[in-house]
């Protein structure tokens, strides 16, 4: 039973182009997400989070936006470069007292094409 | 800060044989977590430490896994006997606050056994 799912396994986008990348959950008890990017041969990079409090949170070139009621997540690349190039891992916790781990997607990869 | 360091890169084992990896938190960070990334389950959390003690082990798969920490700046995960269907890359991630700054992974250990 998956609790976070990224159900495009992969996604091609020009450069200078926008790309979307969703994530949706299942579990009402998450209150802080994050989206990771990771490179072959590397492990998973932290990349920028969002709050339940929140709806959007910007960080340059990256902007995830978050709907509570549809509990579902996207992560914005604009404009799309070639080192965007990348696997996707959306991530979810519980603020519950004691609670430690993240839950993560399948991953989406992302390719940038010149 | 040279981050998180696992060791091996990788291991290349024939089945039945006794795996042992191992994993040099950050220093100052507090939780530990190893993940196994395999491309049908994606990432999923085998265990985490806190403080050095042994929080959640649900995610291990079974008996044959095991996970130690015997003092903060070091952790190994071991497998005995191994089997061809444990190949998979092993991340270990360490944290200061799961919630505000997420994770720091280690470049993984890819396990192979034949």
């Known amino acids: 039973d998956q609790q976070v799912k990224q159900n495009s396994p992969s996604l091609s986008v020009q450069e200078g182009r926008i790309s979307i990348l969703n994530c949706d959950y299942t579990?009402?008890?998450?209150?802080?997400f994050l989206w990771y990017k990771k490179y072959p041969a590397e492990g998973p990079t932290f990349l920028i989070s969002i709050s339940s409090i929140k709806d959007k949170n910007e960080d340059g070139r990256f902007t995830v936006f978050l709907n509570k009621s549809a509990k579902h997540l996207s992560l914005h690349i604009v404009p799309s470069q070639p080192g965007d190039s990348a696997v996707y891992f959306c991530a979810a916790v519980s603020s519950g007292a004691g609670s430690y781990q993240l839950t993560f997607g399948k991953g989406t990869k992302l390719s940038v094409i010149p | 800060d040279a981050g998180v360091i696992q060791s091996p890169r990788h291991e290349v084992t024939e089945m039945g044989q006794e795996v042992t990896l191992r994993c040099k938190p950050i220093?100052?960070?507090?939780?530990l977590f190893w993940y196994r990334q395999t491309m049908m389950r994606g990432l999923e959390l085998l265990i985490y430490f806190n403080n050095n003690v042994p929080i959640d082990d649900s995610g291990m798969p079974e008996d044959r896994f095991s996970a130690k920490m015997p003092n903060a700046s070091f952790s190994t995960l071991k497998i005995q006997p191994s089997e061809p269907r444990d190949s998979a890359v092993y991340f270990c991630a360490s944290s200061v606050d799961r919630r505000l700054y997420g994770y720091t992974f280690g470049s993984g250990t890819r396990l192979t056994v034949v």
């Open positions: 220093s100052g960070h507090n939780s």
């Open positions: 579990n009402s008890m998450f209150d802080y």
